[in-house]
């Protein structure tokens, strides 16, 4: 059976097809999964004749991430570390406005580069500065909950 081509996941969200198609395929997986360990499956050809694939660990958990992501319906976008992101990709990446995202380039909180009149951040950058975000809340967070169990409000 082949398959209709059909634009990218970045531009549209799941067909009920594909979320069913992706539910399945990460059920499998998932059944197969030891912490850790290479992930052995079999796929029988169009022919008949069998193919075995090893998943290594950090394949298994990129490829039940991205099924996770299309068989709860939401469409997701692939972004190669080396690219150069527009500021209104990045800033939608980071969840922010473009307005937030340019004042925090400006600030020199994340690294850019100008072509011509436009700005470009590199993915690596941009992660990097989501990775650094991401553990001060969560020490914040932490410190939080800290005062709140010594003021008996936990």
Do not use: W
């Amino acid at each position: 059976m082949v398959a209709a081509h059909k634009e990218h996941f970045s531009n549209r969200l799941p067909t009920k097809a594909e979320i069913d198609n992706a539910d399945q395929l990460r059920h499998i997986i998932a059944l197969q999964v030891t912490e850790g360990e290479p992930v052995d499956l079999s796929f029988a050809g169009p022919g008949g004749e069998t193919r075995n694939f090893t998943l290594i660990p950090a394949l298994t958990d990129a490829l039940l991430d991205i099924m996770r992501l299309i068989s709860s319906g939401r469409g997701f976008r692939m972004v190669p570390v080396e690219a150069e992101l527009t500021t209104q990709v990045a800033a939608d990446m980071l969840n922010v406005s473009r307005p937030f995202l340019i004042r925090l380039l400006e600030k020199g909180d994340i690294p850019f580069t100008t072509v011509g009149r436009h700005r470009r951040i590199r993915a690596t950058d941009l992660f990097a500065y989501e990775t650094e975000r991401d553990q001060a809340r969560s020490t914040v967070l932490s410190e939080l909950a800290a005062l709140d169990c010594e003021g008996g409000l936990i």
